[in-house]
Every structure is written in C-alpha cells, then in structure tokens.
C-alpha cells in the first residue's frame, strides 16, 4: 500500500469552534495505513484553485476506515470545505508525510497543540500508550476538541484572553502547572514552536515538533515547502527538509524555526 | 493501429508526452503513482555543477487557475545527481532528459560536461527561469546572449539540446532564431511568466522572493500562441507547455506546432494526470482515425 488519490465520501460535517470544522470522511485506503501526525491533501471542486490543502488528521477510525479532519475555515478552499454535507464526495490524497514517532511506554510525554494545532494532537493522544498530558493553547473559552482528549489524557488548558485555564499561552501553563515530561510533541504556530524547542533544549527533554509551510505537490517533489535544517537533506544534500516528506514532524534540534 | 511516436533531434519517444522540468523532481515521487514506463521522457529538475539551496519561504503561491513559484532552483549538484537519480530513471522504458541550469556559462558547459558519458538522452538548457538572480533568464532575454549561450553548450555537449526559452520577452521568435542560429536541436517553451501576488490581510508579498514564475491553466493561451509563432519561425522542433492540464491541451499544442509536449502544474492537482493524457492522446487519434500522431504537429496554420 502506498500514497493514494481517491474520492472519500463525506460522512458528517459540524463547526466545532470559531470557524473550526470537524469532517468525518470514508477514506478506507487512506485510514486503514494512516498514524498520528501524518496528513492528507484535500482537492477543492472549483476548478481555477489548482492546489490541495494540506488538512492534519484529527483522528483515525480504522475499524470502518475513516478519518477526521478538523480545519479552520483560512480562505476560499477551505469555506468550500466547510459547505460539504454528508454523502458528498471530496477528493484527497494521503496519507502523507512522517507521522510522530512512538514513545516507550515507560516515558511520560507532554502533547501540545496551540489553536489549529490542537487536532493532530488527538489522534496522538489516543494512540500513544505511555503516561501523557496534553496541553492545550486557544484564544479563548471556546475549548474545541478538549473534552475529546480527556478520556486518553489530562487535559490542561492556556487561553489567550485568561477565560478558561491559565492566561497566557501554553508555557505559561505548564510553569503553572509544574508539569514534566520525558518528551514533548507538538504542533502549532511556528512562535509557540520556537519557544517550546528552547524550553526543550534547556531542560534536555527529547521534542518533536510538526511544522507546516505552504505546498503544491504535498509529496516532495516540488521541493516548495521545506524548512531550513541541521543535516543535510536527503533530497538536495543543502539543510532543507521538505515539510511534506521528510517531515512534517521533525526533531526539535534538526530545524531552524 | 495508431502510431503515438515522435523525434526529437534523433531521439525517439513512444509518445509525445513528457513532465515539465521542476514539477517532477526526477520521477522517484511521482512513480508511486504514475508508470514512469508509459511516458514518452521524464525531464528532470534543474540540476547544476554544485548543489543550490533555492529561495527562502514560502515559495509557491496560488493564484486564479494557476499559481506561482519562486523555488529558486533548488538542487543537490550534479554528483549526486549522476550517482543517485540517473541510475533511478534507467530502470524505467522511457527517455532521460536532463534540465540543466547555472549561474555562468562556465556553470553549464560544467555539467554538460559531466553528462557526457551519462545514459541520458537529451539535454534542456534553463535559459529562461525568473527566480533566480544570476544565470537563468539574464542568459534567456538578450538573443546575441541565447545564440552565445546555445553555441556554447553545443560546444561541450554530447547529446542533442533543447534550449527552454523565457515567454517575458517582447518577441519569443527572435529568442528561437536565435537558439537555432547558435546550433540548437530544439526548443522548450514556455518556461513561466513573471508575476507576483500580495496578501492584503498581511500587507505582504506572497512570495518571500516578491516575484515567481506564473504557471498552469490561466497562462496556457499565451502558451499556446507562442508555440504557434515560434513554430513558424524556426525549423527545429518544440516541445509545447504552458498549463497542459488534459489530452485535449496537449493536442492544442501539438496541433499549434509542437512535436511533444510537458505536463508540469498539473501534476500538482492530479499525481496521475501524466498518464491520463497518454491515454488521452491515443482515443483522441482513434476518434479521429488519425494513424499517425505526427499529422497532428503543426495542422493548425
């Protein structure tokens, strides 16, 4: 099995939060070889917008073989998204893209998603079988998916305006917290990713970090979306790893952010 | 039975289908989807003496039926790519056309060089992209620069050579003249228009580089018009490309005077479109008992 193309058929559709939806395709050669971390590139119907958009999985059911993806409404592509009721089909390709590694089970891990970074952090969530806390940044009280990740971890919430858990963001909560952790996996914008991957390094605490960047090909041929690197990439032998293949989730040490 | 073979400078393709360079990569992506066996040739990414880190991000934006990039020609230099990326596509029936590119002409003859005793079939030379600052289009806008650059890499190379000419000219007919007066074997076009693109919430440009390259299905009329001109001014064949997104354009190019065609932004929308137009192509002829595809190059005058 490998990388598909294929039409899925849309099995529910509902806003989670402030333009955040939640879609549940059938996608069943897509679910039955995805893992946490890794993502799918979703086609629009209208014909002048050429480019997928690349959607993290939220989650993974592999016994009927769908999957969750949960977005933000960013530009017309995604508007388009939104409208798609159940039954109608939706072109996507995947799955794509490294996935987060596994953690031993005597390890403990913080996981933690900052706005539309969250959803990824789900999928993690459930399939890791180690001790976990999430850590979970929002703007607001508008808590999308939270509760969703109690039944696997402990849930702890930094919201930007102080309206449900810690003020501030999401380091701030786990200062607050006193939280620790053998090992940190997140995803989120790119200024709460620098400053967790020197929280990392400071501490010595191994950090996986799922970094996102515009892209065309979505499997690592065009070579538009990479990130400055440590090592030399395996493609161009410069320091550029490519989001879409080598990545989207890298060790914190091996990219500049 | 429908004969779907063309020449290019001696070579023969089993069809006119082939993947425009720096869409593609040098096909090991794209495999996993397409049957690299089924292609008339893969041309490759640029590839140049040394590796080339290519252009901060983002690189690529999307705009109204096309989309721009500004990759900066990003690649791993010609070592690895002898050792690693030849070797890869001899496995496959199909031919090997190697995009070259560089910053002087020395950068070029360079790697010509080096591919001289390299099973590859034909060469395509970069004269034409916009993102980079030195080499690329300087070398693609100026004729005495295209005929100088052309008489050159003819100079050092072994196999037949293309010349990829830029479409940001006032009259590509000059630029082709002026390759085939330096000795080329035939012509790419069109490489992508120079463009650009702001993003009115952030009050930026799109693209780190401010400028890219306009590609796909919004630049394939001007595309196609090119072609035409340029296949009534020169003798030497052309390969047609500009937003070939289905059979149906490739036939338009090929009817507009071109004898093969590169399929390259569609790749983007569609890891199988290569294919499909192969396919295309053939129940086009069959429609119209067309036995030969070469009666098709050049029919529309």
Redesign the interface.
């Known amino acids: 099995m ?2 598909t ?1 294929m039409t899925a058929k849309v099995v529910s559709q509902e806003m989670i939060g402030p333009e955040i939806y939640s879609m549940w395709i059938q996608a069943d050669e897509i679910a039955c070889q995805a893992r946490a971390g890794q993502f799918v590139s979703v ?1 629009t119907r209208d ?6 958009r690349p959607i993290s999985i939220c989650e993974i059911d592999r016994k009927n073989r769908r999957l969750r993806l949960v977005y933000r409404v960013a530009g017309a592509g995604t508007e388009e998204f939104s409208g798609y009721k159940a039954g109608e089909s939706v072109e996507v ?1 995947g799955p794509l893209g490294n996935g987060f590694p596994e953690v031993g089970p005597e390890k403990s891990a913080l996981l933690i998603g900052g706005g539309i970074g969250i959803p990824p952090m789900l999928e993690l969530a459930r399939e890791l079988k180690c001790k976990k806390t999430a850590v979970l940044g929002y703007r607001d009280s508008r808590l999308f998916l939270k509760n969703e990740f109690e039944p696997y971890a402990d849930a702890v919430v930094a919201t930007e305006d102080g309206s449900a858990g810690t003020k501030g963001n999401v380091l701030d909560a786990i200062r607050e917290e006193g939280l620790k952790a053998d090992v940190i996996m997140a995803c989120g914008p790119t200024p709460m990713l620098r400053a967790l991957k020197a929280y990392a390094a400071e501490r010595q605490i191994e950090c996986w970090l799922s970094l996102e ?15 400055k690197s440590r090592e030399t990439d395996e ?6 790893k490519r989001i879409c ?1 080598d990545g989207p989730v890298f060790e914190a040490g091996e990219v500049e952010l | 039975m429908t004969d779907t073979r063309v020449t290019i400078a001696g070579v023969e393709l089993k069809n006119p289908v082939m993947t425009a360079s720096g869409t593609f990569g040098s096909g090991a992506e794209y495999g996993e989807f397409v049957d690299l066996n089924r292609l008339g040739a893969v041309v490759t990414k640029g590839v140049a003496n040394v590796p080339w880190p290519g252009n901060p991000t983002p690189r690529i934006a999307e705009t109204y039926g096309g989309m721009l990039n500004a990759i900066g020609l990003q690649n791993p230099g010609i070592d690895v790519f002898v050792k690693r990326d030849i070797p890869f596509l001899k496995q496959y029936d199909t031919k090997i056309i190697v995009n070259v590119c560089g910053r002087t002409a020395e950068d070029y003859v360079e790697v010509v060089e080096r591919l001289a005793d390299e099973p590859v079939d034909l060469l395509e030379i970069n004269i034409s992209c916009p993102n980079v600052k030195e080499g690329g289009i300087a070398f693609g806008q100026d004729p005495k620069a295209v005929e100088a650059i052309t008489r050159e890499v003819k100079r050092h190379a072994a196999q037949p050579v293309i010349m990829k000419l830029s479409p940001n000219v006032t009259d590509i007919t000059v630029m082709a003249k002026a390759a085939e007066a330096g000795g080329a074997d035939a012509l790419s076009l069109i490489n992508t228009l120079t463009g650009m693109k702001i993003d009115i919430h952030k009050r930026t440009f799109a693209l780190a580089n401010k400028t890219g390259g306009m590609s796909g299905p919004a630049v394939k009329p001007v595309a196609v018009r090119m072609v035409y001109q340029t296949a009534q001014a020169v003798k030497i064949p052309i390969i047609g490309m500009g937003g070939i997104m289905n059979a149906d354009d490739a036939v338009e190019f090929m009817l507009a005077g071109a004898t093969a065609v590169s399929v390259g932004t569609a790749n983007f929308h569609d890891p199988y479109v290569t294919e499909k137009i192969v396919d295309g192509i053939r129940a086009y002829l069959e429609r119209y008992q067309v036995e030969d595809i070469r009666e098709l190059i050049g029919a529309v005058r």
């Not at chain 1, 014909?47 to 997928?52: G, N, V």
Request: glycine letters at 6%; aromatic letters at 4%; a positive charge.
């Open positions: 490998a990388k193309k086609y014909a002048s917008k050429l480019l997928p390709l960047e515009r892209m065309a090909c979505g499997i690592g041929a065009c070579l538009a979306c990479v990130c493609h161009s032998h410069v320091h550029n293949k």
